[in-house]
């Protein structure tokens, strides 16, 4: 079955920059896109970008553009995400998720990595 | 880009329907049919409840249902079971091949 597990709770201090992957199972990695969701503490969803596994083609949500970065590393189906320059405002839980390829949803998701941003 | 649109709260006693709308623009929902709605429960990952406007993923039941007008999706959940009470998000692709979510509704089982 489809599986997609994230990496450990992480806590930063301001300025610093956080590294969070997302290990797929139970399908073909390189045939779905992986997209970032955030949600802060009380908040809704905030879309973050994709990556296409199989060509490491990116985009991202202009708010996070020069300080996000997806990467992926195929042979071991792992997505990745890392945030830079993390201020207060960027504590939440991140989410991977695949993208359904015949549509625009997001049919599976990880179990979420909570980052804490603390002096 | 701003988020999409929706209710903050709604609610409904169990066996009553309730509608959550979603409000977009032409550069999002309305200009796609590719609107899907997420189910999430208190301390969950969000679940795919319908997507492409009106369909259903396998195993959702079919009392939760979609549909669209113009800049407006709606999600209805007919029925209503105490196990329904969760956070619903909308969620829509968008002209700049990005995504965008709604602010999210609180639905309470009286």
């Known amino acids: 079955q489809v599986q997609l597990v994230q990496s450990g709770a992480e806590v930063k201090e ?16 390189t045939g779905y896109s992986m997209h970032w969701v955030r949600q802060a503490p ?38 990745y995400m890392e945030l830079s ?22 049919d599976y998701w ?10 | ?19 959550i709308s979603c ?8 200009g796609y049919n590719y609107v899907s709605w997420y189910q999430q429960h208190p301390g969950k990952a969000p679940k795919l409840m319908i997507y492409d406007v009106r369909k259903r993923p396998s195993g959702v039941s079919n009392r939760f249902s979609g549909s669209k007008s113009g ?17 619903y998000y909308c969620g829509s692709y968008t002209n700049t091949t990005t995504w965008i979510f709604g602010g999210g509704t609180k639905l309470t089982v009286l």
């Open chain 1, 42 to 79: 009380g908040q809704g969803l905030e879309w973050m970008g994709w990556i296409n596994p199989n060509s490491g083609a990116t985009n991202y949500a202009q708010k996070f553009q020069g300080r996000v970065t997806m990467t992926r590393d195929t042979s071991i189906s792992t997505a």
């Open chain 2, 71 to 87: 800049n407006t999706a709606s999600l209805t959940i007919s029925g209503l079971h105490a196990e329904d009470e969760a956070d």
């Open chain 1, 14 to 29: 301001p300025g610093a920059s956080v590294k969070v992957s997302c290990k797929a199972s139970g399908y073909t990695f």
């Open chain 2, 23 to 30: 409000t977009g623009t032409s550069s999002d929902v309305g």
């Open chain 2, 1 to 19: 880009q701003s988020a999409l649109t929706q209710p903050a709260s709604v609610s409904g006693s169990p066996g009553q329907s309730i509608t």
């Open chain 1, 110 to 119: 990880g179990q979420g990595t909570l980052v804490t941003v603390s002096s």
């Open chain 1, 85 to 106: 320059r993390l201020r207060s405002d960027d504590m939440a839980v991140y989410y991977c998720a695949r993208e359904y390829p015949y549509s625009k949803e997001f």
